[in-house]
Nanobody
Framework: VQLQAFGGGLVQGGGSLRLSCAAS????????VGWYRQAPGKQRELVAT???????NYAGSVKGRFTISRDNAKNTMYLQMNSLKPEDTAVYYC?????????????????WGQGTLVTVSS
């Protein structure tokens, strides 16, 4: 299973970006997925998660500005980021709990994308 994240870039404060993360491989089912970020010199932190049934959870710092969503048919998750602030600057990583394998041999694994850089200028 591979996760590929894209959509990062440079944006002015107050602007918007949409991140995408596509999962590929011998996927049977994707459980919870989420976005995390790591700013320079800081630990990786949770941004938002969404379960397979659509329940969401957000970090307090992004609540009301960011929206996580998923397209189960496309094995893809999204993070719509509005009203961006310089403190949102970080490398953003997608994460997924994936049941993968063959019909007779499946297992649950934790997978990470490669990260995409978001830079918000003041």
């Amino acid at each position: 299973v591979q996760l590929q994240a894209f959509g990062g870039g440079l944006v002015q404060g107050g602007g918007s970006l949409r991140l995408s993360c596509a999962a590929s491989g011998m996927i049977f089912h994707i459980n919870a997925v989420g976005w995390y970020r790591q700013a320079p010199g800081k630990q990786r932190e949770l941004v938002a998660t969404i379960t397979s049934s659509g329940s969401t959870n957000y970090a307090g710092s992004v609540k009301g500005r960011f929206t996580i969503s998923r397209d189960n048919a496309k094995n893809t998750m999204y993070l719509q980021m509005n009203s961006l602030k310089p403190e949102d600057t970080a490398v953003y990583y997608c994460n997924a709990q994936v049941v993968a394998g063959t019909i007779n041999d499946r297992s649950l694994g934790d997978y990470w994308g490669q990260g995409t850089l978001v830079t918000v200028s003041s």
